[in-house]
């Protein structure tokens, strides 16, 4: 009688670009998140903070004043909105002027000292200083400045990029930067005063399209700018020139300026061809031979302007949302997530997942603490019945903690929501192997290593890859184990998590036989 082997196959990263068969690591991972070079974890879920916004949220921002006081601020179409305090609710803190904005016009939002500015790339900017007191009357357009999709800041400067100027035309190529240390203040470029002020702009013509973003304080550069086509550096020289810009990408810029995100001194972003990390210097492909083909083939193009970009730093986790083709919503319904800590067994760097989620705009929210008085009025402002045993988060949760960031997102429904502990369902699928070479391979007890309760395992069977695969049978573990008795030449297992949280999925233990030789 055949000697019963034993076999782990890991979880390995997930690499759907690859073949199926001797593929090193899974082909399907849905509902989970790398968190190791050997493990996933629950994909989180998402709790309502506040309540809803009739119109599509188009830009989120979260800042701290020089106290230490978190305030988390968005923009909607022609309104721009806030939340502080124990606040449930978005406030209007749109000026008296009525905007122009429509309701497709993407925010782009910083802060500058205590001052945050908003641009949507129609009206001209919006500042608001950062006070709880009288706040809609600090609210107000900057004349002088540049109508600009795009801003960031850049040592001592505010810079902004793509713009439309007093005429109406449209710029896309040009960057524009204030006075030093005065972002309210931009005199007429080549002027005495500007010089004296040290401000100006610089056109990046070429063929490199319309700028996408720009990241300040990046890596080797002061800033990076990202183009559809290319990507510039952006350095300070000092008078007369100010900065100095060097392309240092020639054919590769940002696909969608959603795309864009920083972490730390690195930038992650979406390119024609796929995922790249930027240090300020260097593009390196981090999608290559792995998710690349896959995502492209399942980004809808029309609404890729849709894509939006955040980060969990705990974590080390970047996400992108997107809409996928077939979506009609136009909201984005894929969670793309990137651990780019993780070291994976062949010294590759990185892991990826994909998920199912409705959303309308990853962010980053900051918490404000509450004391007991403050929880009641939460629990009677949210109509909780069940009091404290009815909070979306256990009282030791980091969203009862001031300042704290949170992985967030806006919802379909316009409000801002936090992470919690994921109780979704999850899915994998491992590659095809061939355990015997030459020979059939009888298949027979499976052990899913992982915490997770609710789970079940199917074995996907052939005798040769022009074959269709077996349909899936699900076994549930007794024991923690399944029981099989799956005789072919080339197998793959199948594992469905039909909810709850769990804290590791590390692969599976099978037991194999040699089968009859073919």
């Known amino acids: 009688m055949s000697q019963t082997t034993v076999i782990q196959i890991k979880a390995g990263p997930w690499l759907p670009d690859l073949p199926a068969l001797n593929n090193p690591g899974l082909i399907v991972v849905k509902g989970l998140l790398p968190m190791s070079n050997n493990s996933y974890v629950s994909m989180p879920s998402f709790s309502p903070r506040t309540t809803g916004w009739s119109d599509p949220i188009m830009g989120f921002y979260t800042t701290k004043d020089r106290g230490g006081r978190p305030f988390n601020f968005g923009a909607s179409g022609t309104r721009i909105l806030g939340i502080s305090g124990v606040d449930t609710h978005w406030e209007d803190m749109s000026p008296s002027q009525a905007l122009q904005g429509n309701l497709e016009s993407f925010w782009s939002i910083v802060s500058f000292g205590e001052r945050v500015i908003f641009s949507n790339g129609v009206d001209p900017m919006q500042s608001l200083i950062l006070n709880l007191e009288d706040r809609t009357s600090r609210l107000s357009p900057d004349p002088d400045a540049p109508v600009a999709r795009y ?13 439309r100027d007093r005429s109406g ?25 500007a010089v004296a002020q040290q401000s100006d702009f610089q056109d990046l013509i070429g063929n490199g399209g319309a700028i996408q973003g720009i990241v300040g304080n990046i890596g080797t550069a002061d800033a990076a700018i990202f183009m559809e086509r290319a990507i510039y550096r952006m350095s300070f020289v000092g008078p007369p020139a100010i900065f100095s810009f060097h392309q240092v990408e020639g054919a590769r810029g940002a696909a969608a300026p959603g795309s864009i995100i920083t972490v730390g001194a690195q930038v992650f972003y979406l390119g024609e061809d796929g995922f790249y990390q930027f240090d300020g210097t260097t593009s390196v492909p981090i999608g290559n031979e792995r998710i690349n083909k896959t995502i492209l083939r399942d980004i809808n193009l029309i609404t890729i302007s849709r894509m939006s970009a955040t980060v969990d730093p705990i974590n080390s986790i970047v996400f992108w949302a997107y809409c996928s083709k077939g979506n009609s919503t136009g909201y984005p319904n894929r969670l793309l997530a990137y651990n780019w800590a993780i070291v994976n067994d062949d010294g590759s760097l990185g892991r990826w997942t994909l998920n199912d989620l409705d959303c309308q705009l990853l962010c980053r929210s900051l918490t404000n603490e509450m004391n007991l008085e403050q929880l009641d009025q939460f629990i009677i402002e949210n109509e909780i019945s069940t009091g404290v045993d009815g909070l979306p988060f256990s009282l030791d949760s980091r969203v009862w903690m001031a300042g704290q960031p949170l992985l967030s997102l806006i919802d379909v429904d316009g409000s801002l929501c936090v992470a919690t502990p994921g109780n979704g369902k999850a899915e994998l699928e491992t590659g095809e192997f061939e355990a015997f070479p030459g020979r059939l391979t009888l298949l027979g007890r499976v052990t899913p290593l992982t915490d997770a309760k609710d789970l079940q395992v199917a074995v996907r069977s052939r005798n040769s890859q022009a074959e269709t695969l077996s349909t899936p049978v699900y076994s549930l573990p007794k024991n923690g184990q399944t029981s099989h008795r799956a005789q072919a030449r080339y197998h793959r297992l199948a594992v469905k998590i039909d909810g709850g949280a769990f804290s590791f999925f590390n692969g599976l233990t099978i037991e194999v036989k040699p089968g009859d030789a073919r």
């Open 151 to 163: 801003l960031a800041v850049v040592r001592d400067w505010l810079v902004a990029a793509n713009l």
């Open 169 to 193: 035309a449209n710029l896309p190529q040009r960057i524009h930067w204030s006075a030093i240390d005065n972002p309210t203040l931009w005199p007429p470029p080549g002027s005495d005063e």
